[in-house]
């Protein structure tokens, strides 16, 4: 089911981790990192892919916890899926779902701002999230998800999708959707297809974070991967499926568009 609705590409955030340059987490001419979403309009009300940071955490920057210092975000009004909606010409009311990738505080911060919203993610993201153990409390901050939201936790069906497991997901928005499990950054990491009608765009979340690391042979310095071994629940995992996306990016590059949520240079080239 090919669609030619429109489809959005937003920056919910910019972050200027300092660090950043010497780990090869950013080009040093860019010197930042992106919050890459997506913004669909869909046939009855528009779906969103991750929020990026919210109007609650520019309200209270507390509640991102100690993470915040880390990740340096430029914590903007402006950049809010929320306010982009609006200057988009739609009411944020019309969102009827958001599907995340993870809930990591730097993809999960604009839940609140559509209350009324579905939030659908892989179920064993929602029981990651929940638990909050010890090595996840930096990541995980529930008071972004204290308005209650309406979870739509999802398991794997056996759904194909160019050799990935996959979800179809919302039949009747008039998009093909497609969310495909990505384990590794987090235990129930996704990414989500979505066919544009000229072909299929993946948004691939965090399984990784520089173009480089799906180039065929890759391109991942010694501090981006030491920033992936602390970083990911699972990294041997991580690193499986992103050898499977450099291999659908490169043998069906016509077909899919592959990008990461922070990659300053993917974000460039898809709003180009």
């Known amino acids: 089911m090919a669609s030619t609705r429109p489809i959005h590409h937003l920056d919910c955030g910019t972050m200027c981790p300092h660090a950043a340059p010497a780990l090869g987490l950013v080009d040093r001419a860019a010197g930042h990192l992106v919050a890459h979403c997506l913004l669909i309009e869909g046939a ?32 903007d009004p402006a950049q809010t899926a929320v306010a982009q909606v609006r200057a988009l010409g739609h009411d944020p009311a019309d969102v009827r779902h958001v599907l995340v990738t ?14 009324n919203a579905e939030v659908h993610l892989h179920a064993p993201e929602l029981t990651a999230a929940r638990a909050r153990k010890a ?34 997901l919302l039949p009747d928005v008039g998009v093909e959707l497609v969310m495909i499990p990505l384990a590794g950054h987090t235990l129930g990491h996704t990414g989500y297809a979505v066919n544009s009608g000229d072909g299929w ?15 065929l042979p890759p391109v991942v310095g010694p501090g981006l991967k030491v920033y992936h071994r602390l970083n990911s629940a699972k990294e041997g995992l991580r690193r499986e499926n992103v050898a499977r996306l450099a291999e ?25």
Request: proline share 6%; charged share 25%.
């Open 44 to 75: 009855d009300g528009l779906v969103l892919i991750d929020t990026g940071y919210g109007t609650g955490d520019i309200a209270d920057p507390r509640r991102l916890g100690p993470a915040r210092l880390l990740l340096n975000a430029r914590l």
């Open 102 to 115: 993870h809930l990591d505080l730097d993809h999960a911060g604009g839940l609140g701002d559509f209350p």
């Open 135 to 168: 090595d996840t409390k930096l990541r995980y901050r529930p008071r972004q998800w204290e308005h209650g939201p309406r979870w739509a936790p999802h398991a794997v069906e056996g759904e194909a999708w160019f050799g990935f497991e996959g979800v179809r």
């Open 201 to 215: 765009l993946l948004h691939c979340g965090d399984a990784y974070l520089r173009a480089g690391e799906i180039a």
């Open 248 to 272: 659908l990016a490169r043998d069906h590059a016509a077909e899919v568009t592959v990008f990461c949520s922070h990659d300053p240079t993917e974000l460039a080239a898809a709003t180009a």
